[in-house]
């Protein structure tokens, strides 16, 4: 088979969450032991940082391999899903996987998945690790696909593991309440490794999270009780912002840019840099230079893509990939305080998502264009546009998202604003990332 055909075995063969959601989904490890034993264990050949989280753990992931590039680590990267490219998943100092070593690691192992039958998420897995020990890559960044504790990536043993945060997501999964949701993402806190959490909320989280770290004997750092951000401000399509230990009252990182620009990193950013003192701590050697080049430079060296990312400039038109009620709420705020002069929202959902409580985000004043994603699991966007005038959103329907935003656009004034998401699937849609 050559790449393509080998991708379509790939995605025909194995099932696949993000074509048929709950079918897809094999909570524990066991497979995923059993291949990376068959394949001697790569997972084991170099060091690890785990990534966890409701949202931002994309974000958070991208940033740490960035800085640790820039302090002269060869990184491995394995986030999920793709945007453009099943490539996209797996990257060494931001260069995608060779399409040679895909072709070849399932033809060397087809007769052994077959056998095993193991879902699409629990092979890119493995064939990640597999290709980090062929890189030789000094340290991988591994970001969690769901939950946590029955995640395939959760074999690993990290020298160090970071929780984002915990909202409602995937609620059939990991269940119906913020605590039973922190005990699932709490599952990656290892014994003796220590654990950053980004962001202090509920009580009901952070009990989930200091017995879980006291019962490992994991040291837990709390990003939000160690740094305080001032003075946050957007210059030349950066967010900056400095930054301020709450333990010795002194300005750390002063004048600190990130070009990824959402508001939204604000809640990200402390959990980075907790989870850069500690690598620190644990003998990286990491300058202040290569942090601050790190963060300002993530999407040039990483290839992250669909963050508050701005697509044109008259009509604004801004995309992002949240698509959970916490992570459309930040992203709403954002851009509900632009300046412009009537707002357009393009926007469309997979079909298994709750989305009333969604929709009530978005203003009334709004005017929408509904699309669907292309893939299976998408809703029909004339459902969504029946869903969404219960919320007192009204517009037209589109096939897809390009021809959705293409009459936006038409439609604009300058002075306009748009903003493109509700899916990650509909911000890949996209011909312009």
């Not at 009990?207 to 740094?227: H, K, M, P």
């Amino acid at each position: 088979m050559n790449y393509q055909e080998t991708i379509d075995y790939l995605y025909s063969r194995l099932p696949v969450f993000q074509n048929i959601g709950a079918r897809a989904f094999k909570p524990g490890l066991h497979t995923t032991l059993q291949l990376c034993n068959h394949l001697g264990n790569p997972q084991e050949k170099f060091k690890t940082i785990h990534v966890g989280g409701t949202n931002g753990k994309g974000s958070t992931s991208h940033m740490l391999a960035s800085v640790l590039q820039e302090a002269g680590y060869k990184v491995g990267l394995y986030t999920s899903p793709h945007l453009k490219s099943f490539t996209e998943r797996i990257r060494v100092s931001g260069a995608s996987i060779d399409e040679d070593f895909i072709v070849e690691f399932t033809a060397v192992n087809k007769s052994y998945i077959e056998s095993l039958s193991p879902s699409f998420f629990e092979v890119t897995v493995a064939m990640a690790f597999s290709y980090f020990e062929r890189c030789q890559v000094d340290v991988a960044v591994i970001e969690v696909g769901m939950g946590g504790r029955l995640d395939s990536t959760n074999i690993i043993t990290p020298v160090l593991s970071v929780i984002t945060n915990v909202s409602f997501d995937h609620v059939q999964f990991l269940g119906d309440t913020l605590g039973k949701i922190a005990f699932e993402k709490a599952g990656i806190i290892k014994n003796e490794v220590p654990v950053v959490i980004s962001e202090k909320q509920e009580i009901e989280i952070s009990n989930v999270f200091d017995q879980t770290a006291s019962e490992r004997n994991s040291e837990i750092d709390y990003g939000a009780d160690l740094f305080e951000i001032s003075n946050a401000k957007h210059i030349n399509g950066a967010l900056s912002l400095n930054i301020v230990s709450k333990v010795s009252g002194q300005l750390v990182y002063p004048d600190l840019n990130l070009d990824l620009a959402g508001e939204y990193q604000l809640k990200n950013i402390c959990g980075v840099l907790a989870a850069i003192e500690k690598l620190q701590n644990a003998g990286f050697e990491i300058s202040k230079d290569a942090l601050y080049k790190g963060l300002s430079h993530v999407q040039g060296n990483t290839g992250l893509k669909g963050r508050w990312q701005k697509l044109y400039d008259k009509p604004l038109v801004y995309c992002d990939t949240a698509h959970n009620y916490a992570g459309v709420s930040e992203t709403m705020k954002q851009f509900n305080s632009l300046v412009s002069k009537q707002k357009r929202f393009v926007i469309g959902f997979v079909s298994d998502k709750d989305i009333s409580s969604i929709l009530n985000l978005f203003p009334g004043e709004g005017i929408y264009y509904f699309c669907q994603p292309s893939n299976l699991r998408a809703l029909d966007a004339s459902e969504l546009q029946q869903e969404a005038f219960k919320s007192g959103l009204k517009g037209n329907v589109y096939p897809n998202v390009n021809l959705a935003l293409e009459a936006a656009i038409l439609e604009s004034d300058q002075e306009d604003t748009i903003y493109v998401g509700g899916s990650t699937f509909v911000v890949a849609d996209l011909d312009q990332l």
